[in-house]
């Protein structure tokens, strides 16, 4: 068995969970990640630089191990330096994040939507990462069970030149909406948190400013396309699941708190899945959580 495989199957092994299997490893391996990762390099050998790649789609949709697996196949099969970061590790502090919820909205105390990242940190990673005179560089790691970013010491170290840049996350790549689709609410956190459209406007405005420069940098984009929204809470309770057993310490949410989380993600979650042929690739995810096919 070939190195990158033994990596492969390793990795996979190691996300399963009980009632989560991986279902048919060693052949979503060959019909699907192989002939994509082939695509992708040769996309990348036209380029004199390094290559970007977005990765989205919705909460629990499997964004994280999918990039893992494309970093683990570029490295050990094409023998590629990857650099594989999410856009939840540029998340504002706690504290800026309160700041921000007195001065412009409540509901910004909440992580997640457009407007909680520290925009210009991540576009200086980007653009530090694509320089041809490259220099080490460490990337933010964001601790959810704590909702703040880790200390310094912790961040990522980035100290070859990458060759592909894997940039996920659940709202990579996403667009703004036109004013009148912002006034009538998704939920009810919408309907009676936000009656004067004070927060979807201040999210808009920046997916249409700042995200958007980020996203520019992207040269390709990915998307895991979910069976319907449903999907969302179902897996993203699973992920609650996950960050239990591996650590009991760690602070975790429960049914309740989850279903008022993902209302923070629904309206561009929901946008972003109408809007899935805007990308260059789209992954389309089945109900057991399994790849059905990949549109190239």
Same mark, same amino acid.
């Given at each position: 068995m070939s190195d990158f495989k033994k990596k492969y199957l390793k990795f996979v092994k190691k996300q399963e969970y009980i009632g989560e299997k991986?279902?048919?490893k060693q052949k979503q391996l060959k019909k699907f990640y192989l002939p994509f990762c082939k695509k992708i390099f040769k996309l990348y050998k036209f380029k004199n630089r390094p290559f970007v790649i977005g990765l989205s789609g919705g909460q629990g949709s499997g964004k994280s191990?999918?990039?893992q697996i494309l970093k683990i196949i570029f490295h050990s099969y094409?023998?590629?330096?990857?650099?594989?970061?999410? /856009?939840?590790?540029f998340y504002k502090t706690a504290l800026e994040r309160r700041k921000m919820s007195n001065y412009v909205h409540p509901l910004f105390l909440t992580r997640g939507v457009p407007g909680t990242h520290d925009c210009k940190m991540l576009y200086n990673v980007l653009r530090a990462l694509l320089k041809k005179n490259f220099k080490s560089i460490r990337i933010p790691r964001f601790d959810k069970s704590i909702d703040d970013r880790f200390k310094f010491r912790y961040w990522q170290k980035i100290q070859k030149k990458p060759d592909i840049i894997i940039f996920e996350g659940w709202c990579v790549g996403a667009k703004h909406q036109k004013y009148e689709e912002l006034k009538k609410p998704v939920n009810i956190l919408e309907k009676?948190?936000?009656?004067?459209l004070t927060w979807r406007k201040k999210v808009n405005n920046e997916l249409k400013?700042?995200?958007k420069k980020i996203y520019d940098l992207i040269d390709k984009k990915i998307y895991l396309k979910v069976p319907n929204f449903k999907y969302v809470l179902k897996w993203r309770l699973l992920q609650e699941k996950k960050l239990r057993s591996r650590?009991?310490?760690?602070?975790?949410m429960d049914t309740k708190q989850v279903k008022r989380f993902i209302m923070f993600y629904e309206r561009l979650t929901k946008n972003m899945s109408k809007r899935y042929q805007d990308?260059?690739?789209? /992954?389309? /995810?089945?109900?057991?959580?399994?790849i059905k096919s990949i549109k190239f």
């Open positions: 991986f279902q048919d191990t999918i990039s094409f023998n590629l330096n990857v650099a594989c970061f999410s /856009i939840d590790d009676y948190e936000d009656t004067k400013t700042s995200y650590s009991k310490k760690k602070r975790t990308n260059d690739f789209v /992954i389309f /995810i089945d109900k057991r959580h399994k």
